[in-house]
């Protein structure tokens, strides 16, 4: 099983809201990512969480708040949007951070919009 | 930053191979070469990594040159399903991120 389960798929939320986005892997891999994709952009890192600790944050705002309660599950909690936020998040895993020549695998992205 | 270059488009005949180049020239030895393609509004799809040898899988090829600094996926009979962007990344050894370049738009014609 090499899935990676995003939901909501769509979501739509209105400035003053607080959302979150849930990702879901259960391939036993220990680093998981957030990225940001605009519409004809390629993804942009937005965090990597290693070992459920945070390792890397791109300079993200701090509207967009990430949790790794657990090796299985990756949360970006949402607050105080803009509509500028408006984009595709993907989650994505691999088995470790650290750990040269594996790959990662993609969920199929929640779809954001900010009204 | 992304470390690689590639053309912004290509076109290719349904059922004729499809090769897609990648410029990596700044690449550190002990740094792999993955492709990526994402399909219209669906997430990321790993294809295939290789590090100096050529690999094949289900899917592709890919072809390495001896100095490392560029790459071509070769998909070997291109169907209109092949239709996406292709995205060749170097994995960066210090952080270990996946950063994608800009990619190639593939549309296969029929």
């Known amino acids: 099983d090499t899935e990676v389960t995003q939901t909501p798929k769509h979501l739509v939320m209105g400035m003053t809201n607080k959302k979150s986005l849930k990702c879901e892997q259960h391939m036993g891999h220990r680093a998981m990512y957030w990225y940001k994709q605009k519409a004809k952009k390629p993804p942009e890192l937005m965090f990597v969480y290693s070992y459920e600790k945070l390792s890397i944050n791109e300079s993200v705002p701090s509207r967009f708040s990430p949790e790794c309660p657990n090796s299985s599950l990756l949360n970006l909690h949402l607050h105080a949007l803009q509509p500028e936020d408006s984009a595709l998040y993907l989650c994505?895993?691999?088995?470790?951070?650290?750990?040269?020549?594996?790959?990662?695998?993609f969920g199929q992205g929640t779809r954001l919009t900010v009204v | 930053d992304a470390k690689t270059t590639q053309p912004t488009s290509m076109d290719c005949a349904e059922g004729r191979a499809a090769n897609l180049p990648c410029n990596h020239s700044?690449?550190?030895?002990?740094?792999?070469v993955y492709w990526y393609r994402q399909i219209h509004s669906q997430g990321p799809q790993y294809i295939i990594h290789g590090l100096k040898n050529n690999e094949t899988n289900e899917m592709a090829s890919l072809i390495i040159t001896e100095d490392r600094k560029s790459s071509t996926l070769i998909l070997p009979h291109a169907t209109l399903r092949d239709t996406a962007v292709y995205y060749c990344i170097v994995r960066d050894t210090g952080t270990y991120k996946y950063i994608f370049g800009t990619g190639t738009r593939l549309k296969v014609l029929a």
């Open positions: 994505a895993s691999s088995p470790q951070e650290g750990l040269a020549g594996t790959e990662a695998f």
């Open positions: 700044t690449i550190s030895g002990n740094e792999y």
